[in-house]
């Protein structure tokens, strides 16, 4: 077998007489890749590509707080270096993330970037700049509290914003590169566990355990933007991950009715699980925030029931933990509604844990799906004017 490759991917791939290329046929696709094309990420990235953002925004960070006469900067505050690294790092980040993230998806180096649709392009860039800001906050947040009143001098400010904005910048191009499906997973993980622990740690003093999960999106929460918009966007990322996912699994089984539902019942979860964010708790949204909490429990029940028909060749592994986790389900909702064993926020919790775990269980099986009759090869490469 001979596969002729266009001069553009044989210059893309840095292909030369003899060399070893990694052939992996994916479903319908053939990735090529070479040892240059596999070369580490962090030898791709250029020094100068995530530091000379973080230098000019550094200057503008000293010059800012020239202008305002102030010497000593706090560490936390509505002006403080907290509040500049985590505004100038989200902006300037995303914008990192944003670019190598449409290069790599023009370049078509990165198979999920090159199959992700536009229409869902700003949900992935706003995810990743959504999870950054909580991270940020939430470092600093804790900063905050193990350094109270603590404050640096300019030029020190100066010194620890620029190090922050670089690996900030650094962390984000990087992302940009190594992004895939799997990714996408975790990330989705790490939007809702990180958003829900930092409202729960932020809330710690208002004891809100004492009322509800939902009490965290209330107007009587502390900051409470951060837990409603963390279930938004987890449901946007959530959209977007199912979008790619189903698209890839259609190719291997085309005009699947069975599949279609399962993307309709995942999808309307996702829309529902960001419009529990979008209503909270409030008093003016609190009869719909309650239905739309409820019909995430309605989602949960008929998937965990019906997924044995609308999935092919279900593992019985799979079946049973999914039965197993309907079974809890419905016994925490008796020992909540009709016992009165436990709390409102045990029950909430309880649900949430569960149903949370096997989404992602579920997601990860579709993946493996996709992955299923991968194949590699390993050829040896010849130029064309040795007449092969």
């Known amino acids: ?43 791709q990235i250029s020094l100068w590509w995530y530091l ?11 010059l800012f707080f020239a202008m305002k006469n102030k010497n000593q900067v706090p560490l936390t505050g509505n002006t403080s270096l907290g509040t500049t690294v985590i505004l100038g790092g989200v902006v300037i980040g995303t914008l ?17 970037s090159a199959n992700i649709y536009w229409r869902n392009f700003p949900v992935v860039i706003l995810s990743f700049a959504v999870i950054l800001g909580l991270a940020l906050v939430g470092v600093f947040w804790l900063l905050g509290t193990i350094f109270a009143g603590a404050t640096f001098d300019r030029l020190t ?4 914003f620029f190090i922050f904005e670089s690996m900030i910048n650094y962390l984000m191009i990087y992302a940009a590169f190594a992004i895939s499906s799997r990714t996408l997973v975790r990330l989705f993980t790490l939007v809702v566990v990180s958003g829900a622990v930092i409202a729960m740690a932020t809330n710690s003093t208002r004891k809100w355990w004492q009322y509800n999960l939902s009490f965290l999106g209330t ?12 279930l938004m966007f987890s449901g946007l990322i959530m959209v977007a991950l199912i979008d790619y996912i189903f698209v890839s699994l259609n190719v291997l089984y085309p ?33 719909i ?16 029931v019906g997924i044995r028909w609308l999935l092919p060749k279900m593992p019985r592994a799979f079946l049973q933990m999914s039965y197993a986790v309907g ?11 009709f016992v009165g064993y436990l709390s409102l926020t045990a029950y909430e919790i309880i649900g949430f844990g569960l149903a949370f775990s096997w989404v992602l269980l579920l997601l990860q099986y579709l993946q493996e799906l996709i992955d299923t009759g991968t194949r590699v090869f390993y050829v040896k490469t010849k130029s064309a004017d040795q007449g092969d």
Request: charged share 15%.
């Open 1 to 43: 077998m001979k596969i002729e490759l266009p001069d553009k991917v044989v210059k893309q791939l840095q292909v030369n007489d003899a060399d070893s290329v990694k052939i992996e046929l994916r479903n319908t696709d053939a990735v090529l890749t070479t040892q240059a094309s596999e070369m580490s990420l962090f030898q």
């Open 52 to 62: 000379v953002p973080a230098i000019i925004s550094a200057l503008a960070f000293n």
């Open 96 to 112: 990192m993330f944003a670019i190598f993230f449409i290069r790599e998806r023009r370049n078509q180096t990165n198979t999920f």
């Open 157 to 160: 400010s100066t010194i620890i």
């Open 219 to 230: 107007n009587l929460a502390s900051n409470s933007w951060q837990f409603n918009i963390t």
């Open 255 to 287: 005009h699947s009715v069975r599949l279609l539902i399962l993307r309709v019942l995942l999808t309307a979860m996702a829309v529902d699980l960001g419009a529990v964010g979008f209503f909270p708790n409030n008093a003016a949204s609190h009869a």
């Open 289 to 304: 925030h309650d239905r739309l909490a409820s019909f995430l429990v309605y989602f949960i029940i008929v998937l965990i």
């Open 327 to 337: 079974l809890i389900l419905v016994a925490a909702e008796v020992l909540f509604k």
